[in-house]
Nanobody, 122 residues
Framework: QVQLVESGGGLVQAGGSLRLSCAAS????????MGWFRQAPGKERDIVAA????????YYADSVKGRFTISRDNAKKMVYLEMNSLKPEDTGVYYC???????????????WGQGTQVTVSS
C-alpha cells in the first residue's frame, strides 16, 4: 500500500481556483493509478478525476470536465488537482486515492488519504 496526505483545501469564492496536492509514500508510486474523490455533506463519496500510473489515461466526472485538471509527478510522488471556475456545488471533502489498477480507481481505491476540505462560497 501507499500512504497518502492531501493538502491545499480551503475557502474560496465562486469562480475562484484552488490546487490540491497529494503526497505519496511507500510502494513505487508510478505503479499506482491515482484518483481524486469528493464527498459533499450528506452525500456519497464520488470520483472527480483519475489518472493512470504513467499519466497517459485520465478520467473526469462530467460535472468537472473543462474546469478541473488532474496531473502527477512520479519523480516527486505527487498528484495534483487543479480546480478552476469553482462552483458552490464543488464544496466537499476531497480525498486522494491510489490503486494498482486504473479501472479499479474509477470506483474506489485500496489506499486513501485523510481528506482536505474545500468550501466554495456563492
Amino acid at each position: 500500500q501507499v500512504q497518502l496526505v492531501e493538502s491545499g483545501g480551503g475557502l474560496v469564492q465562486a469562480g475562484g481556483s484552488l490546487r490540491l496536492s497529494c503526497a505519496a509514500s511507500g510502494r513505487p508510486f508510478s505503479l499506482y493509478a491515482m484518483g481524486w474523490f469528493r464527498q459533499a455533506p450528506g452525500k456519497e463519496r464520488d470520483i472527480v478525476a483519475a489518472i493512470s500510473g504513467a499519466g497517459i489515461r485520465t478520467y473526469y466526472a462530467d460535472s468537472v470536465k473543462g474546469r478541473f485538471t488532474i496531473s502527477r509527478d512520479n519523480a516527486k510522488k505527487m498528484v495534483y488537482l487543479e480546480m478552476n471556475s469553482l462552483k458552490p456545488e464543488d464544496t466537499g471533502v476531497y480525498y486522494c486515492a491510489a490503486d494498482p489498477t486504473y479501472n479499479a480507481i474509477l470506483t474506489g481505491g485500496s489506499s486513501w488519504g485523510q481528506g482536505t476540505q474545500v468550501t466554495v462560497s456563492s
